[in-house]
């Protein structure tokens, strides 16, 4: 249920944990997104973008597990 537009290097290599940047405020589609990966509130950071073509990015890094 989750349309993955585009799969790449992040901006940097040294994310110790994973992390979900909301672009768009949408607060469902994160919330989802953390109860989906186990994250933390703690991972989510919001950089309202209002042209972004995007609504959220995951930054996966060495803590992501998935099932």
């Known amino acids: 249920g989750i349309n993955v537009v ?3 290097n ?3 290599m040294d994310y110790v944990k994973t992390v979900i ?4 405020g949408n607060p469902y589609t994160t ?3 953390m109860l989906l ?3 933390t509130q ?3 950071l919001s950089q309202t973008v209002p ?3 995007v609504d959220v990015a995951v930054i996966a890094a ?3 597990w998935l099932p």
């Open 31 to 33: 919330r989802y997104l």
């Open 10 to 12: 992040a901006d940097r």
């Open 21 to 24: 940047i909301d672009y768009t």
């Open 42 to 44: 703690s991972q989510i």
């Open 37 to 39: 990966l186990n994250l």
């Open 62 to 64: 060495g803590d992501l």
């Open 51 to 53: 042209d972004s073509p």
């Open 6 to 8: 585009e799969i790449g």
